[in-house]
């Protein structure tokens, strides 16, 4: 829906709201929105309430703001090094995004998020009202430690934000799939999210995270997140700071505009010290668990020595290559990890996303894809892409339509490694045959 001017002039105009959001804008990269047209310059910054007016005045819809915290946000570049990124960098906020179609879901989610933070002596939580379908749960850079097994803390980004709310996703995982089902039945979730029965339930066993997702993947370097009483531009509903004990209770009547009262702001809490060590070190912990299996399993995978040409590429590939309406960011991910594993390098990969990116009807912005890249190639080590029964993916991206060579295969990776050697096996029979 659009917002009409009137109705954001009015909201902007207010001193406390200004106040707010310049709160939040403190050593944070700011983004701003404006509307259909999309985001304006990056990096961008605001210092004063009356910046946030006169933005409005132009045509600007929302406020965003980064996750990391800088020593001068103007000074960054899509171009910059990580290692260049790392010396601005002052620090991070946890920043949890809970995201579903049906919100009451998402509520329950962020309730057994706020619950197990609490669970590690984490006190200090932040939690507001997306403006639409889901809640974000902060927690702020000066509750961790200054190290963690021996590195500094501020360089951890993004994996440590990553592997914090993988690790409280899995804790969650069997209360998050009980609450759901005790909210309403299996039959009714499925209809109102648009899945089939089979596709939550396996083995006899709901999986929660069919229903909902709680952002790993998609928390990159310079990451943004709306900020406090900014406005969604799809629902016409504020960005609203709740108590973390009233999540279950709120109504998103709360956030419509003329219902908006400024009496809390976001992450301006002082914890205490070293407050989410235990958090960030058992997460790290459960990590080092996890590649050990990751490690074994790759021993058996080895990506090939020459690039696996385009034509090999599997239908789902395929179509994202295409271009899409929506999922690109989970496409950003399945094809960076697809095409390193087909032997791509890294030049020839940032050269194909981007032709890849103009086919979209909504672009993603360009630090977006670098910063992925920057992140691969930082971690260096080769990971599949998400395989082919992971519904969260193909199919719900509307990729998913499988040709007869499909059936054989589990992931996209195999399809075109087998599909190009089996095409090579065939002609070499053929050409023998003429020979003969």
């Known amino acids: 829906m659009s917002i009409h001017l009137s109705t954001l002039l009015k909201h902007y105009k207010r001193k406390d709201v200004c106040n707010a959001i310049i709160k939040s804008a403190d050593d944070k990269e700011v983004a701003i929105k404006f509307g259909d047209k999309g ?18 005045k132009k045509g600007a819809t929302s406020f965003h703001c980064s996750e ?20 601005l960098r002052k620090g991070w906020d946890l920043v949890l995004d809970i ?61 440590g934000p990553r592997k914090i709310a993988a690790y409280l996703g899995e804790m969650i995982r069997p209360h998050l799939a009980r609450k759901l089902i005790e909210h309403e039945s299996i039959k009714t979730i499925c209809k109102k999210i648009d899945k089939k029965f089979k596709d939550v339930v396996k083995n006899g066993r709901f999986n929660p995270f069919e229903v909902l997702q709680i952002d790993t993947v998609l928390i990159a370097t310079r990451h943004l997140y709306r900020m406090p009483y900014a406005f969604n531009e799809k629902s016409g509903l504020v960005s609203i700071p709740i108590k973390p004990e009233d999540i279950l209770k709120f109504k998103k009547e709360d956030a419509e505009p003329k219902n908006i009262k400024v009496d809390m702001n976001f992450l301006d809490k002082k914890p205490a010290p070293n407050e989410a060590k235990k958090l960030i070190i058992q997460a790290f912990d459960h990590e080092v668990q996890e590649e050990k299996v990751e490690i ?21 590939i395929q179509a994202i290559l295409k271009g899409l309406q929506d999922g690109k960011k989970r496409s950003l991910f399945v094809l960076v990890n697809f095409l390193t594993s087909c032997g791509w390098d890294y ?18 912005r360009e630090v977006i894809i670098k910063g992925q890249l920057r992140y691969h190639k930082a971690n260096k080590k080769k990971v599949l892409p998400p395989n082919c029964t992971n519904k969260s993916y193909y199919q719900d991206m509307h990729v998913c339509n499988p040709d007869n060579f499909c059936r054989k295969i589990k992931n996209p990776v195999n399809y075109a490694i087998l599909k190009q050697k089996l095409t090579h096996l065939t002609k070499k029979k053929k050409k023998a045959k003429k020979a003969k």
């Not at 080895?302 to 789902?316: G, I, K, L, T």
């Open 39 to 56: 985001f304006g310059k990056r990096p961008d910054v605001l210092k004063y309430p009356k910046d946030v007016l006169e933005f409005a």
């Open 68 to 87: 990391e915290l800088w020593v001068n946000p103007l000074q960054l570049s899509p171009n910059l090094s990580r290692k260049d990124m790392d010396e």
């Open 99 to 159: 995201d579903c179609p049906v919100w009451e879901y998402s509520a329950i989610a962020a309730d057994l998020l706020v619950h197990a933070l609490k669970y590690h002596g984490v006190n200090t939580i932040a939690v507001k009202f997306s403006g639409n379908h889901g809640f974000h749960i902060a927690v702020p850079f000066a509750a961790f430690p200054r190290t963690v097994h021996g590195k500094p803390t501020r360089l951890l980004f993004p994996e």
């Open 296 to 316: 074994k399993e790759a021993k058996e995978f080895s990506s090939p020595e020459d690039a696996v040409p385009a034509e090999y590429f599997p239908p789902c």
């Open 347 to 364: 030049d020839k990969i940032e050269e194909l996303l981007s032709d890849w990116n103009q086919k979209n009807p909504e672009q993603l």
